[in-house]
Structures are given as C-alpha cells and as structure tokens.
C-alpha cells in the first residue's frame, strides 16, 4: 500500500465519510438517472440536515423580529439570534460574540470593511495591498474605494505554482500601506496562503488585513486571534449552511472606529431630525431587519462542523486531493495550481477542450463540476487560460465520488476523439 493509499485507509477509520453522508439530503437523488456525485463544494456546499433542521425549527415555531419585541416569540427569536452570533464567535475562537457582525456573506462583509474603515482611513498616496489570487469580491471594493479615496492598489505576485511570492509581497509593503486584502484559500487554485506570517509582515508597517475566510472555514480548524488578523470573512452556504447569511469577524477597537455603513432601524439608539445616536458594536452595522432564520442556520453549521472536528475534515480532504491527483494525472490533463500546501480544490484544463463542453458531457454522467473563470479572472490571465474545470470536495465527498469523476472525463475523451 502507498503512503497516499494508507493515509486515506487511517484518515477514513476515523472520519466515517459514509454516516456524514446521511446527513445531507441533496445527496441522495440521481441526476440524468445516475446517482449525483456532487463536486461543487466551492461553489456552494450542500446544505447538512442540523442546519436544515434548525432553520425550520425555527421558521415553524419561534419565527419574529429581533430586538424589538417584548412578546415570547420575539425574546426566542431574540435568543436564538444572538446565540448563533456565539457560535460563530466560538468557531473562530473571536474574544467575544461582539466581534462578530452579520452580512450577506463574503462579499457583503469585505464591501463593509472597504466603505466604513476604507472610506474614513484612505486618501491621496495610500496604499491597499492585494494578490494575484484573490476572488473578485477582494479586488472589486479595493478597486473602487481606491478611485472614490485616491488611493493606489497593489498587486503581489503568485509563481506558476499559484504560491504567493512572499519576497514580493514584503518589497510592496511600505509605511504608505493602509490595508492588505488577502484570502485565505483560493477557490481557483486551492493554495493556502499563510495568513499569520502574512499578517505579522503586514503590521509591521501598520497595515489593517482584511482576510477572505470563504473557502478556509469549512475546512480548517480557525482560530483568529492566532492569525491576529485584523478582519475575517466568511460565507454561510460555503460551511454547508444556508446562502445570503454570512459574518464579519472585526478587532474591537477597530469595528469602535468604524462609521456604520447602512442606515435604518436596529442600528441606532436614538433618532432625531437633528442627531442620530448609533447603536453599540455590532448592532451598528446590522441596519433593518435581518436574515434571522440564515443566522440560525449559520449558527447550526458552525456547530455541525466543529462536532465533526476540523482537523479531522482536513485530513479526510488532504486524503481525497492525493488520491484525485493520482488517479486523475493523464498526459492530456493540466492541473492548475499545484500549491504544496493546497486545499480540497483541484482545477484543471484539457487538451484541445473547452472546460464548458467538459462540464455539460460531465453533468449528463451525474457529476457536478464548476466550470468558468469562477470569479478570478486574474487567475485565469495569469496561467493564460480563458477558463478552468474544477473539482472540489467536501465533508461528503469520497474515492468512489472521484472514480466517477473519471470515467465522466474518459466520457469526455471518447467524445472529443
């Protein structure tokens, strides 16, 4: 047996992947009449049955506005609320639930960072610092509270690898660096940047980092004040929760600072024609009426996942990558992004076929891939390619998953000759 072979066999003898399976129901229906092998994790992962159940729950018993109520209904509302707001705290190991403020997800979150700090801490001659890898939703705010501040933006290179060039990166950061906007792990190549060394080179030169936790959280054990990052974003519907919930993770202080960036009911204490009162951190950035039944979800997904154990998700991932990049390699198969240290995302192109006609000729076996630019088009610039397949895995996701996988793609060589 390989070193590859018997750390999967240990891995699985620990993390029961099939009683993980029976968690989630979207799993369990064919697609075309094949069963569905669902490789489509970082894009949105499926949603676990604790979320599914909590959601209804409290949809079906506790449903009300927050904050506001005096009625029991409201105080459940209320309580469930704020509780899901610590559970996010506990899964990053924040300091306290007040470090924790709801969003959209990802993209709402680092848009709050960039318009609140951004705007109020951005002028003519700053810096804001990104890389090569990074999503959209971590080159777009940066690029317009750039052109709204004067500021100028920043670009570290990665090498063919899709590994950041720290030596670059370190050359770019200088005493006119305001922000550095980083993501912890890409959703096109799957490296993982190390965000406390990044971090602790950042502040040296008295940088805010903003992290994009999206593709990081449902994956690895996380623990903020470690990384001593300044701001932290993540994404329900990536950690196998429900989409339009999300959180921000902020340094208290620097949330204190921050001006709100909505305005409406919740997020003041008093109103009037001449002054407006704002409310205390966190409730400050929370305008209107908020996704209460995806904050119980997210809440629910955070203690899904920290019952199945980070590390053990890790390793059960880190397992399925070295057995996809085995069975997978062929000569006519380009893998994009070959990190040493890498997630459980593996891109890839073919020869002489275009990722669109892979994933449709994929699909009809019952396998779903992501196929595009997959919100990083610099990434696909950077490896001169207009767009990627891409293969990602998940708590579910298992060999047999990745078998499949390839005799979809052999489909695929058949039909292209």
Known sequence: MSVAADHIATVNTAFDVD???????????????KPLVYLDTAASAQCARPVIDAITAYTSHDHSNVHRGVHALSQRATDAYEQARADVARFLNAPSPENIVYTRGTTEAINLVAQSHGRTNLGPGDEVLISWMEHHANIVPWQQICEQTGATLKVAR???????????FE???????????????????GTVNPIQELTALAHRVGAVV???????????????????????????HKMYGPTGIGALYGKRDLLAAMPPWQGGGDMILAVSFEKTIYNDVPFKFEAGTPNIAGAVGLGAACRFLSDLGLEAIAAHERALL????????????????????KGGVLSFVMDDV???????????????IRTGHHCAMPVMEFFDVPATSRASF??????ADIDRLKVALDRVREMFG
Request: aromatic residues 4%; hydrophobic residues 40%; glycine residues 8%.
């Open 322 to 341: 070295d057995y996809a990049m085995d069975v997978l390699a062929a000569d006519d198969l380009r893998i994009i992004g070959t990190a040493p240290d």
């Open 210 to 236: 903003v992290v994009d936790g999206a593709q990081a959280t449902p994956h690895m054990a996380l623990d903020v004040q470690a990384l001593d990052c300044d701001f932290y974003a993540l994404s329900g």
């Open 354 to 368: 275009h990722p669109h006609d892979i994933g449709t000729i994929v699909d009809s076996e019952g396998v779903a």
């Open 19 to 33: 009683t993980v399976r029976d968690q989630f129901p979207a799993l369990h229906q064919e697609v075309h009449g």
């Open 158 to 168: 990665i090498d063919e690898r899709g590994v950041l060039d720290i030596a670059h």
């Open 394 to 399: 998940g708590v579910y996701t298992t060999r």
């Open 171 to 189: 050359s770019l950061l200088n005493e006119r660096t305001r922000i550095v906007g980083l993501v912890h792990v890409s959703n096109a190549l």
